[in-house]
Nanobody, 128 residues
Framework: VQLQASGGGLVQPGGSLRLSCVVSGFTSDDYAIGWFRQAPGTEREGVACISASDGTTYYANSVKGRFTISRDTAKNTVVLQMKSLKPEDTALYYC??????????????????????RGQGTLVTVSS
């Protein structure tokens, strides 16, 4: 089972990045998938999640209006398009899948709970 994230890098404030998560090794149709981030010394934050059933999305308030999550079931890929990036968006971003019915349930899952499946992550640095 793999969730392979890519697309991170260094970007200036106000810039954009596109993260991709390729899912393989399990049938993701029953799993909500989301993007999480964690900066040093902070708890993980569910920034954007998408449900398996109907594609309902959920966004953390901190990224609402700036980030967009989408899912290509045929390609087993989940994309996070990020724009208007801020220095506080700097973090390790990873994708994760959990057998939950809703996108909000996944993103708002307390950090003390682990994921069914998660990838290693990709680093996003927003700095001038």
């Amino acid at each position: 089972v793999q969730l392979q994230a890519s697309g991170g890098g260094l970007v200036q404030p106000g810039g954009s990045l596109r993260l991709s998560c390729v899912v393989s090794g399990f049938t993701s149709d029953d799993y909500a998938i989301g993007w999480f981030r964690q900066a040093p010394g902070t708890e993980r934050e569910g920034v954007a999640c998408i449900s398996a059933s109907d594609g309902t999305t959920y966004y953390a308030n901190s990224v609402k209006g700036r980030f967009t999550i989408s899912r290509d079931t045929a390609k087993n890929t989940v994309v996070l398009q990020m724009k208007s990036l801020k220095p506080e968006d700097t973090a390790l971003y990873y994708c994760a899948a959990d057998r939950l019915p809703s996108s909000s349930g996944l993103c708002r899952m307390p950090p003390r709970y682990g994921h069914d499946f998660r990838g290693q992550g990709t680093l996003v640095t927003v700095s001038s």
